[in-house]
């Protein structure tokens, strides 16, 4: 059996709390893909070599995972590398509605293989969201507690301070 998840996200840019998802999944899985979604018009703060980038700094040490991108649909992706399991973060019920509209859409259009499992992020990053990250450092606020340095010192750069 296939001991393998996809974890996809936008990661504009990877936070704590993807960082804790990221974790806890390379405990239980032989291999979690992280999949970078390369969407040109969702127009992002970090391109998709830049979120990349990141991401591999904050997984370095952990053997099983694995950063890629994808373009299109993800059960595409998925198929490709025969992978049957997409993982999500879920932090409050806010996001329910939207993750199982898309586990249901995923399950549904790959004719029932592809199944999406969810982990509730840790209580101290049920609050955290890298659009939040992002518009604190637009205001150049400390995003120090939100993201490890090496994103916090993108971030900086990016928005000029
Ligand atoms: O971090 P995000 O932006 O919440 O991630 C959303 C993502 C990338 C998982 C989702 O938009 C996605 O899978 N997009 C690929 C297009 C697709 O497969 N759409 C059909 C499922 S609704």
Redesign the pocket.
Known sequence: MNRAIIY?????PVTYGHIDIIKRAAKNYDTVYV???D?NK?SPLFTVEERVKMLKDVTKDYDNVVIET?R??????AREKDVHV?L?GLRALTDFE?EL??AQ??YL?SGGWLETVFLSTDLEYSYLS?TTVREIASFHGDVSKFVPECVAESLYKKFGY
């Not at 996809?8 to 504009?12: A, E, N, R, V």
């Not at 299109?72 to 992706?77: A, E, K």
Request: aromatic share 16%; net charge neutral.
């Open positions: 996809p996200g936008s990661f504009d999949s970078v979604l969407n969702k994808f299109g649909l993800l059960i595409d992706y997409v999500r939207y509209h898309m859409t995923n259009i890298s």
